[in-house]
């Protein structure tokens, strides 16, 4: 028999990887299992001496899926009979040729069975040729390919239960009850019915169920618009009335809480589906989605691995990340066919698959295959064969499945998620359907598809179809029951409607993380300050452990000197201590995972750090082992550091961290750019979800953003940060004091301790709010920019806005407000000029804009007449419309502009000209009038 490889007998949640260090590891997380040949002596032996049947087998594995009646809008007819690639002749074979069927067929009734060529070829004719087909032939791994073929063709042929066959029924005809229920009551409301694509509504049944007993307690669920509202409001049992009173223009949240909201289309559920073969419950998270098509996959796959990482004891603490089992939680994506191939961010979140601390233990993908991308053919809309060829790039297996047939698409779900469960990688189905209206239930699809909506429009519907199917092939099913199953339905959701006035906004419709880590929505007009200090002694503590290194370790010889001996020199007198930015960043980390709240750094390059400054991860320079100092400061530490190089990607993996970030609260998550402005790549995930997912959704998140950003000669990119895009997309107020509730904050801190306040504040106060911190780059090593411990004591807080102290205040005639590096370049001038009656005022916190605090620092300055605003950037850049706007509507304070001009760019790529403007911004502060 075909001996099982590794992997197989490591199923139930045991890992397979092994390997040492970072790189050993992915060596061997994409080789497990391709060492142990998947056949034994008997099958070598069957496979050579029949060698041209096996090739023709093996083309009916290879190429049957072009020959597939897997098109609902082709008759089987249509499919092509000229098959080359499958003929006899071509393998030199005859029909009567006769064969064991070890190792050449496996869905014959043992391997000692003698099958002749005909036979052979009816039953993969079946099997490859029919309304299922496979590709496997780029799949890498060949124990893993014929792993997938054997399970394939001896699960194809087994049969459908009648009860499967009752429930499938039943679900559809539910959905199509409900469809014609809008129809009839809501006929102008755009609702993106399920309608041609019910087999979606099987494929999720059948994976929820076949989860139960696998085990998985937890599925969530990333998903379009095309059949939402049929699957929320049938297996996940969404309200009717909640959407019948959000369809009336009501609003879902309860009194007194706040948010703007979303249309019906992007809302979610989460709720513990019971399975339909009795095998348990599962909680089902369908999560909301903007309209910006895939870009929930990666938020899904995010939350995935949070609650696989919360339910499996962390994996925080592993240096080399083996990835995780899958064992508890699965993430399902469904994707529309247009989509899927042009949305860049479904590449990005299937290049997740195998990474360490990105992967989920597999991921389930189903293209809802519509044929169709709003008007445009799939010939139009991509290049590929099929939509599922993306997949290809990471070897994943694919299933093509016709979508009328709902009992082919049941069993290309057990076998999907059969192959996940042994192999942990993500495996797609490509469902290929139609739907019946248009792009929405208002448009006219014959303007476009004339021929394709002749077809669909003499169709039968795909539940009916499958009805009668039943009733001709005389199933054990109960046809009386199914004829009243949709006029029932259709009469609950009439009931549902009717009693709507009695209906109350339920606080519980839709499940809240924040609210069940004990945190509120802030209601406050004002900036909360938080105790966010530590010991000093318990800082120094942490700093040492932070380059504490184990015996044997081969650290780099200059990491030893500027990294290890320095820090240790850095925090030697707590009374003298001066420490910089990466010091500072080390202790905030620390501090909070010794108070049991995990921490999360992600991005491209942040175990070193972009500018070589973080180290928090060092590697043996013998070895390539891993060492992450702060998961071992303490043998019973409650809380550890996941240190994570991410892809080069900034959409996809921005969203896996906003992911986690909402799903575990009590968890600090981090996202750091190469440089600020290469968020731009993320753009979508920042607009749709980081801004506004508090007010369209009501999820909390507390992800931070460090954005790296100085003019300092690198050219129109790698320059600005763009902070003015950030405070144009906060809620902060204009012309009324901001408070807590502002959407996110915006800080642009001066020094290490400031930072370290920041990090800090995130975790201690009792609400989440993202946080955008434009990040230094020269100030990570300027002397200058160093903060004693005194800064960082117990009782000490993020300071809003940082006064001058190095002024007599009585004497000043000048105020320049500033934020960030540039008040270094600033008060260096000032000393070259000697001009003391001028005070540099630094704005650490934009948004919530700190009007009081900045009200205080003006009122030392009494006989001050002329206030300048100082920034690098361009004017139609950086802080300054959101700055003076508020100054003087808020303060009666009208403020002179000093910085660069506007500009198309952020910055000159001409090193002389930079030159110029570099000095012009920080002389003119000193010499212009009001």
């Known amino acids: 028999m075909w001996r099982l490889c590794p992997r197989l007998s490591l199923l139930r949640g045991r890992n397979y990887h092994s390997g040492k260090g970072c790189y050993g590891h992915r060596q061997a997380a994409r080789s497990s299992g391709a060492t142990e040949a998947p ?5 070598l032996d069957n496979r050579a001496a029949h060698a041209n049947i096996l090739r023709l087998a093996t083309a009916y594995r290879d190429h049957g899926h072009r020959y597939a009646h897997i098109n609902p809008l082709r008759s089987a007819e249509d499919v092509p009979s000229d098959r080359p690639e499958l003929s006899t002749d071509a393998f030199r074979v005859s029909p009567t040729d006769k064969f064991p069927a070890a190792g050449i067929v496996h869905s014959a009734p043992s391997d000692s069975t003698m099958l002749d060529v005909e036979e052979m070829e009816a039953t993969l004719q079946s099997l490859y040729c029919g309304s299922i087909s496979v590709e496997t032939q780029h799949m890498p791994n060949e124990a893993e390919r014929e792993w997938f073929v054997r399970e394939y063709e001896s699960r194809r042929l087994a049969p459908i239960s009648d009860d499967c066959r009752q429930q499938l029924a039943e679900i559809m005809l539910k959905s199509q009850a409900f469809d014609q229920f809008m129809t009839k009551r809501y006929s102008t409301v755009k609702r993106y019915s399920g309608e041609g694509a019910e087999g979606m509504l099987c494929f999720v049944d059948q994976l929820v169920s076949s989860c139960a007993g696998e085990g998985i307690e937890q599925v969530v669920i990333g998903m379009p618009h095309r059949g939402r509202l049929n699957l929320m409001t049938g297996m996940l049992k969404y309200s009717p009335q909640a959407m019948f009173h959000k369809l009336a223009g009501n609003s879902l949240l309860p009194e007194g809480t706040q948010g703007e909201e979303d249309v019906l289309m992007h809302l979610y559920a989460n709720v513990d589906v019971a399975a339909s073969n009795g095998a348990g419950s599962v909680n089902v998270t369908l999560l909301p989605n903007p309209s910006h098509l895939e870009a929930v996959n990666p938020v899904a796959c995010g939350v995935a691995r949070s609650r696989e990482q919360q339910m499996s004891a962390g994996h925080y603490s592993q240096e080399s990340d083996v990835s995780l089992s899958g064992d508890k939680v699965l993430c399902f994506l469904v994707h529309g066919d247009a989509a899927c191939v042009a949305q860049g961010i479904v590449n990005e979140t299937l290049g997740f698959s195998q990474v360490p601390h990105f992967s989920t233990g597999g991921n389930v993908h189903l293209i809802v295959n519509n044929q169709l991308g709003f008007t445009t053919p799939s010939d139009r809309g991509r290049s590929s064969a099929y939509a599922s060829d993306i997949g290809k790039a990471i070897g994943t297996p694919v299933l093509h499945v016709n979508g009328d047939d709902p009992e082919a698409v049941v069993r290309a779900c057990e076998i999907a998620l059969a192959y996940r469960q042994v192999w942990r990688k993500d495996v797609i189905v490509d469902m290929l359907c139609y739907r ?23 169709r039968t519907s795909v539940p009916d179809a499958y009805v009668e199917k039943l009733k001709e092939n005389a199933a054990s099913v109960d046809v009386g029951k199914l004829s009243s199953v949709g006029t029932d339905h259709f009469a609950w959701l009439d009931q549902q409607q009717s009693s709507l006035s009695d209906y109350k906004v339920d606080d519980k419709i839709c499940c809240y993380p924040w609210k069940d880590a004990g945190l509120v929505q802030p209601q406050s007009a004002s900036i909360t300050s938080w105790d966010t200090g530590c010991p000093a002694d318990f800082l120094q503590f942490i700093a040492a452990k932070s380059v504490q290194l184990p015996d044997g370790l081969d650290v ?7 990294h290890v001996d320095a820090r240790l020199a850095q925090v030697a007198d707590a009374s003298t201590s001066k420490v910089d930015w990466a010091t500072a960043e080390c202790m905030a980390m620390g501090s909070l995972l010794l108070q049991g709240m995990p921490v999360r750094i ?28 702060l ?26 961290e906003y992911g986690i970030s909402i799903d575990n609260p009590r968890a600090l998550s981090i996202w750091e750019a190469q440089f600020g402005d290469f968020f731009n790549g993320a753009q979508i995930i920042l607009d749709t979800y980081v801004t506004s997912g508090e007010s369209k959704w009501q999820f909390q998140s507390g992800l931070v953003l460090l954005l790296p950003t100085g003019m300092d000669g690198a050219g129109p990119d790698h320059s600005s940060c763009r902070l003015e895009r950030f405070l144009q997309l906060s809620d902060s107020k204009e012309a009324t004091l901001d408070g807590d509730s502002v959407n996110w904050h915006v800080a642009f801190p001066t020094t290490p301790a400031q930072y370290y306040h920041l990090l800090r504040r995130q975790m201690i106060r009792n609400f989440r709010k993202p946080l955008v911190v434009a990040a230094p780059k020269v100030l990570l090593r300027l002397p200058a920019a160093t903060s004693p411990l005194s800064d960082m004591a117990a009782g ?18 000048r105020v320049i407000f500033c934020s960030g590096k540039h008040y270094y370049a600033l008060a260096e001038q000032r000393e070259k000029l000697g001009q003391w009656d001028t005070a540099i005022v630094r704005l650490e916190l934009l948004a919530p804009f700190p009007v009081h605090a900045v009200a205080e620092a003006v009122a030392q300055f009494s006989k001050a007449k002329t206030f300048v605003w100082s920034q690098e950037e361009g004017r139609n850049q950086g802080a300054w419309s959101h700055v003076a706007a508020r ?4 303060l009666n304070i009208k403020l002179v502009y000093c910085g660069r001009g506007e500009s198309a760019t952020p910055a000159v790529g001409v090193g002389k000209r930079h030159q110029r403007e570099a000095t012009a911004v920080i002389t ?7």
């Open 631 to 656: 998961n071992h400061m303490t043998a019973d530490q409650p809380a550890f550091l996941e240190v994570c190089n991410s892809p080069l990607s900034e959409e996809a993996v921005l969203g896996f």
């Open 602 to 629: 992600c991005g491209q390059d942040v175990g070193r750090g972009t500018f070589s400054h973080r180290h928090a991860m060092l590697v043996d320079q013998t070895s390539d082992q891993l060492h992450i100092p």
């Open 796 to 813: 000490t807080t993020f300071q809003q806005v940082i006064s001058d102290q190095h002024v007599d205040a009585s004497k000043v005639q």
């Open 556 to 562: 780099h010889q200059r990491l030893q000197r500027a």
């Open 39 to 43: 056949w034994g002596e008997t099958e």
């Open 887 to 890: 100054f003087s509507a808020q």
């Open 924 to 930: 003119e502060p000193f010499t212009i009038s009001k």
């Open 436 to 458: 019946r209206w248009g792009h929405n239930e208002m448009d006219e699809p014959m303007f476009t598809q004339p021929l394709m909506y002749e077809n669909i429009n003499q």
